[in-house]
């Protein structure tokens, strides 16, 4: 029996089976599933093939794959080392040799680009014309050029110092010319272990002095003078031991030997020329974030400050500068990496890092791209990793305390 | 998600501008696109350089537009593309070019590891010394502890470090990244000495600003024979190559230039008009025209005209034949009989 | 009473101590003892050396003629740029058909001009196709083959407007891309935001010159062995992904910079996923989000200059390899990376002079 039915009962009675199907997709959780699923299908089919093809290819042309070139004899020489190398040792020596060097390259243009930005950043605000645009030059030219130029430009600069004979020398002890810087190297002897004591005991204590003295003002308002106490604990306790222990140090002084300077520590300039180009490209944009971040500063803190009595220096030091690290820190943060990646721009100059004798010269002796660059990639991505772990845990610190 | 379409529409236009290679037969290939792909060194003196017009010369070019000559029969149809030392090969072996011209030293792990044939030998190098003459060195015996400029994936850089370890002597190697940084590296004092073959020796000595201070020692401490390159297992493309530059050698040997060409294809002696091609049948041995070594010596002349005007004395490098004469002038040149 | 009538003495000018020039010197160059030594010191410092820089850069330099013999005075010889000019600026794109390296470069100008111009309403309608087509037109205009024109080989282009092309055609590709990473860095499906995350984070902790190095050296492994994929286009590839990583993190601080109150409206309004994020939230970043933009057009501009490893023909490779030819020994190089530098330092500076205008005025249509 046929009971009648308007049309509006047949909508009423078939939406909710329709609207099971289209709840079904409409429901963001389901139709979220789908997509991800999609895209899941997709990235094994994109890896699957280029998985394939490459393992194919490298058959076809008789590319050797593994890494067991790893352990054979290199066969060159490496400019700079900082481990021991002998041209028969293993390209895993040229690796670790090319970490290293581009960890120490990253660290002192790390350490340069910071004070300089830092300089240059805060000399925005000075009110003498001339350092002001000093400081707006900076920026600007040295932002503008690509790095790889600057790096070519000082590395020319460098070499248009006098040869080793004619060095420009410093008291007999420094000597700079063309081949580099000679420093003269601290050599310890027998009871200078009490002379590193000594420093390990100042540096604690110094710790807790200004741990002490940040207490005392807490309480009592009173500031304690801890710049120069510390100092005064930094040179006096080992000056004092080194002194007791009857100096047990001597200088190893570089002298012209041959065709050149042997003995002492040696600056190579293309070691001179990237650590230089680095500090000054990234000093200039860690300059810009810090312009940003003072200007980030509200005026009225530095109003407060000025109607509290402080001096103008210590209205920077510890009102402005502190507020705005909250502001310059993830800056930094972004361009420290990008000076760790820059340093590969060695290659221009043949300064060994990572890139330049892994990626370079032992890739061209080996042929074996894939491996090799999966190596160097892996390297430059946990450098960076470590960089962001560190400022974001700097960060933490100088975020501020919402409640 | 529609993240990753981007990046398959990319892989799509890709592949529609993708030329598709037929690595084992490059011969047809290269008939078919009308136009050879010869890889070839971003800048060195002599070699394979660019002009202000972009216009590409040079010993190594040469060889290139022979073949384009012989296979094509224009030695304009050349594409050349420059590459890093570190591309040279994985260029050649993925079918970016056909022909791999880039001053490449012939070795044993290079001709057996790679995949790759050379076809012969367009310059006999060899690695050696240029030092200042302010430092009084006369042997390369005396250089224990200087320093030295070498030019980076070059395989000076083991043969350097070869001689240094066999003379129980120490070194440091500064590398470059060009010649003319090497030079430069040269000429401040950064190094003591200058390792490289010898033929950049003398390009890199005419560009100092004063080239009578320095000298070139007589220390040759390695083999360096420089050949064009082509894939393995196309035996057909190995001839072509292979032939084409003894084509340019015997044409010296012959007296064939590129201005008596014509006349002794027509009343040459019978070893002239086999080489050209009025007599036997040599070119269609080689799957090409018989004219195909007439085409060579018209268009780019004999190996003579090609030395001379790339570094020999036409050109400002002014370097001698020495190894590079014929075998009956008191060189090593040598091609196979033509016959 | 006498009544003493007040009359004021006449205006006197400031003192000269604090008003025109010698104020100016005085507040600005010698307000501190500090001050005055820098002051001193810088200028001595400029004193020494700009001089003889002038005069070689201009005074004694060479500036005409045609090969190395012309350069016969002391100073810089600009000759070697005047000679050299058309390979530094179109690498050896043929001499007659220049003409389409300009119409190129034209295209992107006026399409970045009318972009400002138009009229809101019609700027998403008009310019965001014309951006994305420009790319592929221009391909076709340069190379030829597909539009009836002589066909130019891709190893043939060069110089520095190669080095502007690849640079905006990277931008411009980059740009969807980055928008779709960014929003997969902050959906909320777990999987899709961790792929997105590894995107970004591989391509912005890696060095540019190492992936150009993979894109010249590990690229082609990656195709099927008869597939052969043009050297440009496999950069081209990895400046788009590159440039990808680094906009997704420009739009992700679009994003958080628009109040959620946008996104509520755009809910309660009842509009669909994509629509709130097209129509509402897209308009919003791409305007808060435009000096990040350009520094980042800046970036990727000079990190160009990186292919001379993987000898392509940009502008400094070019410089390069005119160095070592063999009519040119005679040590150009300092003029060579003088003029590369000045040339880029134009560019990049006057677009982060574009940058900061563009900041000033986002800042006013805030207060107002």
Not at chain 1, 18 to 46: C, D, E, H, T
Not at chain 1, 293 to 303: A, K, Y
Not at chain 2, 198 to 206: D, E, V
Request: hydrophobic share 45%; charged share 15%; proline share 4%.
């Amino acid at each position: 029996m046929f009971s009648k039915k308007t049309i509006e009962q047949i909508k009423l009675e078939t939406r909710p089976n329709s609207a099971s199907l289209n709840s079904f997709y409409n429901n963001p959780k389901y139709r979220g599933w789908i997509y991800q699923a999609l895209l899941a299908i997709f990235l094994i089919g994109f890896f699957y093939t280029i998985v394939s093809n490459t393992l194919a290819n490298m058959e076809a042309q008789g590319i050797k794959s593994g890494f067991s070139f790893l352990s054979t004899s290199a066969g060159f020489d490496v400019l700079m080392t900082l481990i021991t190398f002998e041209t028969t040792d293993s390209y895993l020596r040229i690796f670790a040799i090319g970490i290293l060097n581009t960890i120490l390259v990253s660290l002192v243009g790390i350490l340069f680009s910071t004070i300089l930005g830092f300089i240059f950043g805060i000399a925005y605000f000075s009110p003498n014309y001339l350092i002001k645009k000093i400081a707006t030059t900076y920026v600007e030219v040295f932002r503008n050029i690509p790095v790889i130029l600057q790096v070519i430009f000082w590395y020319t600069i460098f070499n248009t110092l006098p040869i080793a004979r004619e060095s420009i020398n410093v008291g007999d002890s420094v000597f700079l010319n063309v081949t580099g810087l000679y420093l003269p190297k601290l050599v310890g002897e027998a009871g200078s272990g009490f002379v590193y004591i000594a420093i390990f005991l100042s540096m604690i204590s110094m710790f807790f002095v200004k741990h002490w003295a940040r207490k005392r003002q807490e309480k009592s308002g009173q500031q304690f003078p801890v710049l120069w106490v510390c100092l005064a604990i930094l040179v006096g306790l080992p000056t004092l031991t080194l002194l007791i222990s009857g100096i047990p140090f001597h200088f190893d002084y570089p002298e012209l030997k041959g065709f050149n300077f042997s003995g002492g520590i040696t600056v190579i300039p293309e070691f001179m020329s990237l650590a230089v180009a680095l500090s000054i490209y990234t000093g200039a944009f860690i300059a810009e974030a810090v312009r940003a971040g003072i200007q980030s500063v509200p005026q009225g803190q530095t109003e407060a400050a000025r109607s509290l009595g402080l001096k103008e220096s210590k209205i920077m030091s510890l009102i402005v500068v502190p507020q705005s690290m909250r502001v310059i820190t993830p800056m930094l943060n972004s361009e420290y990496q990008s000076l760790v990646k820059n340093t590969t721009v060695a290659t221009a100059i043949g300064y060994p890092e990572l890139f330049t004798v892994f990626a370079g010269s032992a890739l061209n002796q080996v042929g074996q791209a894939v491996e090799i660059m999966f190596m160097t990639l892996v390297i430059y991505f946990a450098l960076n990793m470590t960089i962001s772990f560190v400022m974001n845990r700097f960060n933490k610190r100088t975020e501020l305390t919402t409640r | 998600m529609k993240i990753k379409n981007i990046s398959l529409g990319l892989a799509l236009v890709a592949s529609a501008y993708a030329m598709p290679s037929f690595a084992a037969n490059t011969l047809e290939n290269v008939k078919k696109s009308d136009v050879l792909s010869c890889g070839v060194s971003t800048g060195l003196a002599g070699f394979s350089q660019k002009d202000e017009k972009g216009q590409w010369s040079g010993l190594d070019v040469d060889v290139c537009r022979s073949v384009a000559a012989a296979v094509l029969g224009d030695a304009s149809k050349v594409q050349f593309k420059p590459l890093t030392a570190k591309e040279r090969f994985l260029a050649l072996q993925s079918g970016e070019v056909d022909i791999l011209s880039r001053n490449t030293t012939w070795t044993h792990t290079r001709d057996t590891s790679l995949g790759l044939n050379f076809a012969g030998v367009v310059y006999y190098d060899g690695a050696g010394f240029m030092v200042n003459k302010n430092l009084g060195v006369k042997s390369a015996l005396e250089l224990d502890g200087a320093n030295a400029c070498i030019q980076a994936g070059t395989s000076t850089e083991l043969a350097i470090s070869d001689f240094f370890r066999e003379n129980k002597m120490n070194y440091k190697a500064i590398t470059f990244d060009t010649s003319d940084q090497t030079r430069a590296g040269f000429e401040s004092g950064r190094c003591d000495f200058l390792v490289s073959d010898q033929s950049q020796l003398y390009a890199l000595r005419i560009g100092l600003q004063k080239p009578e201070n320095s000298i070139v020692l007589p220390e040759v401490i390695s083999k360096e024979p420089l050949g064009p390159v082509v894939r393995q297992n196309d035996d057909e493309w190995f001839n072509i190559v292979k032939w084409s530059l003894n084509a340019s050698i015997e044409g010296e040997y012959q007296g064939v230039t590129s201005k008596n060409v014509d006349q002794l294809k027509a009343k040459g002696n019978p070893g002239q008009k086999r080489l050209l091609g009025s007599e036997g049948d040599l070119g269609q041995k080689l799957g090409l025209s018989d004219d195909w070594a007439y085409q060579i010596i018209k268009q780019v002349g004999n190996y003579a005209e090609s030395f001379e005007r790339n570094v020999g004395q036409e050109s400002p490098l002014k370097i001698k034949r020495g190894l590079n004469a014929q075998w009956n002038k008191g060189g090593i040149l040598y091609s196979p009989a033509m016959r | 009473m006498e009544v003493k009538k007040f009359s004021p003495l006449p205006d006197q000018p400031a003192p000269i101590t604090t008003i025109g020039p010698i104020a100016w010197i005085k507040y600005n160059l010698f307000s501190s003892f500090f001050n005055i030594v820098v002051t001193l010191l810088i200028s001595t410092g400029l004193f020494l050396v700009v001089p003889d820089a002038l005069d070689w850069l201009f005074f004694s330099a060479n500036w005409s003629g045609t090969t190395q013999d012309d350069c016969v005075k002391d100073g810089a010889c600009w000759v070697f740029i005047s000679a050299w000019s058309k390979q530094i600026f179109y690498g050896s794109y043929p001499l007659n058909e220049l003409w389409r390296v300009n119409t190129s470069l034209l295209l992107l100008v006026v399409i970045i001009a009318t972009s400002f111009i138009l009229p809101a309403r019609l700027r998403n309608k008009v310019s965001i196709p014309a951006y994305l087509l420009l790319p592929f037109i221009c391909l076709m205009i340069l190379e030829g083959s597909y539009i009836g024109l002589e066909p130019v080989s891709t190893d043939l282009w060069g110089g520095f407007t190669l080095n502007v092309l690849i640079a905006a055609a990277s931008i411009i590709i980059a740009f969807p891309l980055g928008f779709l990473w960014a929003l997969g860095r902050q959906s909320n499906m777990p999987f899709a935001r961790s792929v997105s995350v590894t995107c970004i984070e591989f391509f912005r902790g890696t060095p540019i010159l190492a992936l150009f190095f993979m894109g010249s050296v590990m690229l082609p492994l990656f195709f099927p062995a008869d597939m052969n994929v043009d050297k440009l286009l496999r950069v081209w590839i990895i400046l788009v992904l590159f440039m990808a990583a680094y906009m997704a993190e420009v739009f992700r601080s679009g994003f958080q910079a628009i109040p959620s109150g946008q996104y509520e409206a755009a809910d309660s309004l009842g509009l669909g996923y994509w629509q709130k994020t097209l129509l509402i939230i897209f308009p919003q970043v791409i305007k808060v989000s435009m000096p990040n933009i350009l520094a980042t057009f800046v970036m990727v501009f000079k990190n160009t200059v990186f292919l001379l490893v993987i000898a392509v023909p940009e502008m400094l490779q070019v410089v390069m390899s005119a160095l070592s030819n063999s009519n040119w020994l005679g040590g150009h190089a300092i003029e060579g990376y003088l003029f590369v530098g000045f040339t880029f330092w134009i560019s990049c500076f006057s677009m982060s002079l574009l940058a900061t205008s563009i900041e000033k005025k986002l800042d006013t249509s805030h207060q107002n």
